[in-house]
């Protein structure tokens, strides 16, 4: 397989996971890496033993040798970042959201196809050995011919406190929603993935549990505990959603719901998914990625443990090691980054392989959209 060389744009904590991941695959050579300031980029370098590194994004983009482009950089840069990334002629891997409003999002996959670069957002939970062989048993008709609910949530605890801060929370930095736009397009992605089927229209309530938060004076590790610290506030009024429930209908009649919260103590990263079909049910937790639980009417339900012996065709490409090896979340992130650059390398149509692109951004945008004004408008919204 022939080098990419590749450019890291943003290393807080996702871009590091983009940088093992690539390193994993081998055939990838993180050739720079760019940060908010020159100081930083050279830490960041040192760091992560990268021999070239820049002080603004634009002077990555105008190096000739780098190919792919990985932006991981807070919401708010990824539309202007992404759009001079295209421009350069460079194949872009963004972070989600692809950019914070869906006229942005169209603009990007109109230029990224008329400049003809690969493209992909990283929605990572996709890319599981268990989520694919859903996948694909739901395509071969296992469950039975029809879908008829898909149901879940997407919940977390590190905004739970009104001393927990980040941009995230910012609608200047994060965008118009926070926990739909942060988390809830992840299960989303994720359910449309599995069932191939789109979601078409929505019904959303949305609440800021905590209204006002305390915004540390001085930049702290947000997911780090703080009770060692003598940190100075000041108060925010915040005005994105730490709560949603979504009600939704699919594209071939299916219905759902899904719950998303940042405020619920004992929730790490807990996404649960669970499709209900004409003879099964499959359901699926990110946080026992290994296990597929299957569930009959008529007789006891049966537990699927990761094992590459047990795992169908398709699936096997997602898993590396032996059953009883656990594989989770970043592998996720290392089996995206695989699907999108064995694509890149052979040339190959992104409709056949598992990574979401530009286009899956885009919709992800729109739904987003539809939640916000379904809950202001207290109505059914067709995306
Ligand atoms: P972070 O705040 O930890 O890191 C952002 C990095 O970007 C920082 O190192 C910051 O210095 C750098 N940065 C800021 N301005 C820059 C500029 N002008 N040029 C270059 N670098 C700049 O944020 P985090 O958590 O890593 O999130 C970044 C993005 O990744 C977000 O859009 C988030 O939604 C997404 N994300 C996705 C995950 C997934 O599972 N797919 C997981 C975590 C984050
Ligand atoms: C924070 O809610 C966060 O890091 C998201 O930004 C990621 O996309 C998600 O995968 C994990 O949680």
Redesign the pocket.
Known sequence: MREVKVGI?????????HIEALRRLGFVKIEAL????EE??KE?AAEFNISKYY???RELLADEEIEVIH?????F??YQ?NKEAIKAGKHVVS???LSMTSVESQELLELARENNVYHAV????RQYPVVQEIRNRIKQKDMGDDIYLIRGYYIQDWLLYDTDY???VEKKK?GSSRAV??IGS?WCDLAQHLSGQKIVEVYAHLKTVLPVRKKPRRDIE?FKNKEEENIDYEEIKVDTEDYATVLLKFANGAVGSFTVSQVSAGHKNDLFIEINGTKKSYSWSQEKANELVIGYRDKPNEVLVKDPALLCRDALDYAYYPGGHVEG?SE??KNMLNSFYRCLLEKGDPENYSFATFADGHYENRLVEAILESTEKDRWVKV
């Open positions: 744009i943003g290393t807080g904590f996702i871009g590091p996971v760019a940060e908010a300031n930083l980029a960041k002080g603004d994004y932006n991981c950089t807070p919401n840069l990824h970042i972070e989600k959201p990283n929605f990572n939970y980040n941009w995230r994060g736009a942060d992840h947000t979340w996720g992130v």
